[in-house]
């Protein structure tokens, strides 16, 4: 699904998460180069090739932003990603919500 921005921000909806859990957004340069499951996709691909997917270009991709979940003593989990569009200014883009399977667990 895909995040909708109103004058009150953005309101991004996860299912499958407890209250509480400790969601954060952070840059995709202070994560690394986690995996994220784009609502069209099968597998999980690296975020970097999905920002590249999207033409994203190479300078802005450690500058976008992710929401993650993130377990204690485990690595981040990327729950969206927000993909700017290249062809204008900041703020011109929209969030992308990573497709959640049958198998999925985010219990914290």
Do not use: M
């Given at each position: 699904?895909?995040?909708?921005?109103?004058?009150?921000?953005?309101?991004?909806?996860?299912?499958?998460?407890?209250?509480?859990?400790?969601?954060?957004?952070?840059r995709?340069?202070?994560?690394?180069?986690?995996?994220?499951?784009?609502?069209?996709?099968e597998?999980?691909?690296?975020?970097?090739?999905?920002?590249?997917?999207?033409?994203?270009?190479?300078?802005?991709?450690?500058?976008?932003?992710?929401?993650?979940?993130?377990?204690?003593?485990?690595?981040?989990?990327?729950?969206?990603?927000?993909?700017?569009?290249?062809?204008?200014?900041?703020?011109?883009?929209?969030?992308?919500?990573?497709?959640?399977?049958?198998?999925d667990?985010?219990?914290?």
């Open positions: 699904s895909e995040g909708d921005i109103g004058p009150d921000g953005v309101e991004l909806a996860f299912d499958g998460i407890a209250e509480g859990s400790p969601l954060v957004v952070k995709v340069k202070d994560i690394g180069n986690l995996s994220f499951k784009p609502p069209w996709k597998n999980p691909i690296k975020i970097t090739e999905f920002l590249r997917g999207q033409r994203v270009p190479l300078s802005r991709r450690g500058e976008a932003e992710v929401v993650c979940l993130v377990p204690p003593e485990e690595s981040p989990h990327i729950l969206a990603v927000y993909v700017q569009n290249s062809n204008h200014g900041e703020g011109a883009g929209k969030w992308v919500a990573r497709s959640r399977d049958n198998n667990s985010f219990v914290t």
